[in-house]
């Protein structure tokens, strides 16, 4: 059954289901992986999720391929997100409660300069 996937209604599965597979089971019953994608899809969302352990950076891969139209429209976005550690997420803490105390007594001063 169709679900909500990033605000698209379609399914989600593994890539590796229905590349590597010659057989899938889908909706209780058995279908060929081949069929996966039919006359009605029109939307093909693949996402990559890559870690580095070294580094401590997680890249996200999402490549989308429109098939609705008479020719398909592909759309890659490569996105990373590092994890902080030791001094440098010390340092982010530090910074962000500043830029929070900052914002906490502007709010104070343009509800003061309101009231008055």
Same mark, same amino acid.
Request: proline share 0%.
């Given at each position: 059954e169709p679900r909500n996937v990033q605000g698209d209604v379609g399914f989600a599965d593994l890539l590796y289901s229905i590349t590597d597979n010659e057989m899938v089971f889908r909706d209780g019953r058995l279908r060929q992986t081949r069929d996966f994608i039919d006359p009605h899809t029109q939307k093909i969302t693949i996402l990559l999720v890559?870690?580095?352990p070294q580094y401590g950076i997680t890249s996200v891969m999402q490549v989308s391929a429109d098939v609705s139209g008479p020719s398909p429209v592909v759309e890659t976005e490569l996105s990373h997100y590092t994890i902080l550690e030791g001094s440098e997420l010390r340092t982010y803490i @530090? @910074?962000?409660g500043c830029a929070v105390l900052v914002a906490? %007594?502007?709010l104070i001063d343009v509800v003061n300069?309101? %009231?008055q």
């Open positions: 890559f870690f580095t @530090v @910074v962000l906490i %007594l502007m300069q309101w %009231l």
